[in-house]
């Protein structure tokens, strides 16, 4: 049970890394634009808003940091469910050596 939650959070912590990444990105592309380009659309949802450089910058921003408090969130829940198996790991050899393995298979 641990395993699979670990390995969901895991997913999860890409999938937040990639929306951080792209938000930070935004936030390069937003700086080379001038105010004088017009309206810029930021996407909420399914619905594009119009808003000024200043207010999608702001609003990138705080995506920004709900993101990176997401991961950080996600990071420790890892640390958890891996401190977790991790004692049980050393539960299962002691009980059973070198008999079973228990190291997850890499990709």
Do not use: C, W
Request: aromatic share 4%.
């Amino acid at each position: 049970r641990h395993n699979a939650k670990l390995q969901d959070i895991t997913e999860e912590l890409n999938i937040k890394k990639k929306e951080l990444e792209n938000l930070s990105d935004a936030e390069e592309d937003m700086m080379m634009l001038d105010d004088a380009d017009g309206p810029i659309p930021y996407q909420i949802g399914e619905l594009f808003v119009n808003t000024s450089s200043d207010e999608a910058q702001a609003l990138i921003e705080k995506a920004k940091e709900t993101v990176q408090e997401t991961i950080d969130n996600l990071n420790s829940q890892a640390d958890v469910h891996k401190q977790v198996l991790s004692d049980l790991k050393v539960q299962l050899y002691a009980k059973f050596g070198s008999s079973i393995n228990l190291e997850a298979e890499e990709d």
